[in-house]
């Protein structure tokens, strides 16, 4: 059973609509990640919360905005997306402070952009 | 520059055999953590060994086990009596940086994807 929960687990969108991701995590970690993966390709990094600061953004466009309420949940609030954005999209949580600490990985919400 | 470079696009073992995935890394940091997730087709990303730079024994997890050789720069995974359930990409990854307060990103290489034949 893991221990970081996505929902939706699919998600099917229109390039107008708008939607939510979200990751909930009870591990008790105080760093949460949001990765996009292409069919075939390693994850990539997007966005990086240390203490519920956003601490890194990868040049991620303004289309895709992150928010962290509280140090268990994670939002990645989808808007105007192009086809080119489908994609598992997984969230990840870890202990900020150690960096041989894994990261804990969610089943991911496969996204697919019409 | 590929930080992470896995050179095994592809690779087969029968069942019940050990099987060795290759990993190299490029880092000037001396403090580091290395790790494998294994991925099945399903899509969940499943942690499973890590490696620290200032560890003098090789991780092991089970039928999991991390050949590192800190000057050959690299972390190799080798998965000793092979199971179909062991189908899978596998990633390789990194974590560099001393404590800095905040987190560090993991950077995955390109991913070998294991067939485990009867």
């Known amino acids: 059973d893991t221990e970081v929960t996505q929902t939706p687990k699919h998600l099917v969108m229109g390039m107008t609509n708008k939607k939510s991701l979200k990751c909930e995590q009870h591990?008790?970690?105080?760093?949460m990640y949001w990765y996009k993966q292409k069919a075939k390709k390693p994850p990539e990094l997007m966005f990086v919360?240390?203490?519920?600061?956003?601490?890194i953004n990868e040049s991620v466009p303004s289309r895709f905005s992150p928010e962290c309420p509280n140090s268990s949940l994670l939002n990645l609030h989808l808007h105007a997306l192009q086809p080119e954005d489908s994609a598992l999209y997984l969230c990840?949580?870890?202990?900020?402070?150690?960096?041989?600490?894994?990261?804990?990985f969610g089943n991911g919400t496969r996204l697919t952009v019409t | 520059a590929q930080k992470i470079t896995q050179t095994q696009p592809g690779m087969f073992v029968q069942e019940k055999e050990a099987v060795t995935l290759d990993c190299t890394y490029d880092?000037?940091?001396?403090?580091?953590?290395l790790f494998w997730y294994k991925q099945p087709s399903s899509g969940e990303m499943i942690f499973l060994i890590y490696?620290?730079?200032?560890?003098?024994q090789n991780a092991t997890e089970g039928r999991y086990s991390l050949n590192f050789q800190k000057a050959r720069k690299s972390a190799n995974l080798v998965i000793s009596a092979s199971q179909l359930g062991d189908s899978a990409m596998y990633f390789c990854?990194?974590?560099?940086?001393?404590?800095?307060?905040?987190?560090?990103?993991?950077?995955f290489g390109t991913g070998t994807r294991l067939q485990v034949t009867l």
């Open positions: 990840a949580s870890s202990q900020p402070r150690d960096r041989v600490s894994p990261l804990h």
């Open positions: 591990m008790g970690h105080r760093a």
């Open positions: 919360y240390s203490y519920e600061k956003l601490s």
């Open positions: 880092t000037s940091d001396p403090s580091y953590g």
């Open positions: 490696q620290g730079s200032y560890d003098q």
């Open positions: 990854a990194m974590r560099e940086g001393r404590y800095t307060g905040t987190a560090s990103k993991l950077t």
